[in-house]
T-cell receptor, first 114, second 112 residues
């Protein structure tokens, strides 16, 4: 089945460690996105990529890094520079530059930093 | 980015219609109006989208004002499974405008 997969579902890390969250899609979508969600809040855009080997900062990119070496993969690294990394992280993909298309979301990774 | 305004929360009784409003007075001519919903501890799922005309699908209907400065998501018969946070989003169709920017949404409670 086509879809977007995030792994792992739950992740625990010690403070000061970098951690990489996985996002893979087999929908042949050009665009991919990373969002952060804090309890009771909406989604905030961290990074997005419209095409392979290109990505742009979203609204809260500080302390995060991404890569887009393959069309189907868009991993997010939460670095030690991120002051408050504990959150629910969501990845999404959509066809880019196609009028009015929908985005598909993964089930999220809940990161807890202790 | 054009912004949307939604009520923080709404309540509905089961089996009754629900009208979820969204204001987007700064919408541009090429922005599509998208609706997503998010159940607890899950990723958002697409509900419906439209540009100018009203739209219907198996999940809901979208009514768009003639001036496009507001829209309403209509759930024809709410069920307990419709309890979620509903997000109204404006999305351009090319380049950086195609990114999805979420607001805080409307939390819909459905009661028996």
């Amino acid at each position: 089945d086509g879809g977007i997969t995030q792994s792992p579902k739950y992740l625990f890390r010690k403070e000061g460690q970098n951690v990489t969250l996985s996002c893979e899609q087999n929908l042949n979508h050009d665009a991919m996105y990373w969002y952060r969600q804090d309890p009771g809040q909406g989604l905030r855009l961290i990074y997005y990529s419209q095409i392979v080997n290109d990505f742009q900062k979203g609204d809260i990119a500080e302390g995060y890094s991404v890569s887009r070496e393959k069309k189907e993969s868009f991993p997010l690294t939460v670095t030690s520079a991120q002051k408050n990394p504990t959150a629910f992280y969501l990845c999404a993909s959509s066809p880019s530059n196609r009028v009015g298309t929908e985005a598909f979301f993964g089930q999220g990774t809940r990161l807890t930093v202790v | 980015d054009a912004k949307t305004t939604q009520p923080n929360s709404m309540e509905s009784n089961e089996e009754e219609p629900v009208h979820l409003p969204c204001n987007h007075s700064t919408i541009s001519g090429t922005d599509y109006i998208h609706w997503y919903r998010q159940l607890p501890s899950q990723g958002p799922e697409y509900v419906i989208h439209g540009l100018t005309s009203n739209v219907n699908n198996r999940m809901a209907s979208l009514a768009i004002a003639e001036d496009r400065k507001s829209s309403t998501l209509i759930l024809h018969r709410a069920t307990l499974r419709d309890a979620a946070v509903y997000y109204c989003i404006l999305r351009g169709n090319t380049g950086t405008a195609s990114k999805l920017t979420f607001g805080t949404g409307t939390r819909l409670q459905v009661t028996l």
